[in-house]
């Protein structure tokens, strides 16, 4: 068995044909009383507190700068992430900017083109499109935006910044 203790579940759902990675955070009671290992941050970027992080409106983006120890290396880290909630199960999706075509980083759209094409994060560079939930929906990305694994230690929120996770290509 894992001796970390895992702070959240990865809970698989599906969107369109693509399989959606979705984090689901306990409720903070719940994580309080479940603390009972400690996971080792030195490798993963904090977020800030859980409770920052559920408020507000959805997708957004949130910054991090870190030092992590990779081996024998430290490395400064400096970027964000995208936020989602699936109102469903309330449970967060955390994707990397990364177009997963040839590596620029995606940006916002407008509301209009959200509106339109269901366009939520636009790579400028050959015009990679993506949803909500970073699923492809145009142009040459070949897969979603990756997503990271997360934790919660006393409150605040990890993600494993060094291991994007890749997820299955949508065939939309
Ligand atoms: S790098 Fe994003 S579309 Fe090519």
């Known amino acids: 068995m894992d001796k970390w203790s895992r702070r959240t579940f990865i809970s698989k759902t599906l ?10 955070i306990l409720p903070l009671g719940l994580t309080a009383c479940s603390n009972r290992e400690r996971v080792d ?25 870190t030092t992590v120890q990779d081996a024998w290396v430290e490395q400064e880290m400096e970027g964000f992430v995208y936020i989602n909630k ?5 449970s967060l999706i955390i994707m990397s900017p990364v177009c997963t075509h040839l590596g620029c980083i995606a940006g916002t759209t407008e509301e209009s083109k ?14 990679g499109r993506y949803d909500e939930f970073g699923i492809n929906v145009g142009g040459p990305p070949p897969r979603p935006l990756d997503v990271f694994k997360t934790y919660i230690q006393n409150g605040n929120v990890y993600i494993a ?5 890749k997820r299955e290509k949508s065939k939309g």
């Open 15 to 24: 969107k369109g044909t693509a399989g959606v990675f979705a984090i689901s």
């Open 41 to 65: 941050t030195s490798t993963m970027a904090s977020l800030g507190p859980i409770s920052e992080l559920e408020m507000g409106e959805f997708p957004k983006k949130v910054p991090y700068k």
């Open 86 to 90: 699936n109102n469903n199960d309330n």
């Open 114 to 127: 959200k509106e339109e094409e269901g366009v939520t994060f636009y790579c400028p560079c050959h015009g």
């Open 161 to 165: 910044i060094l291991s994007p996770i």
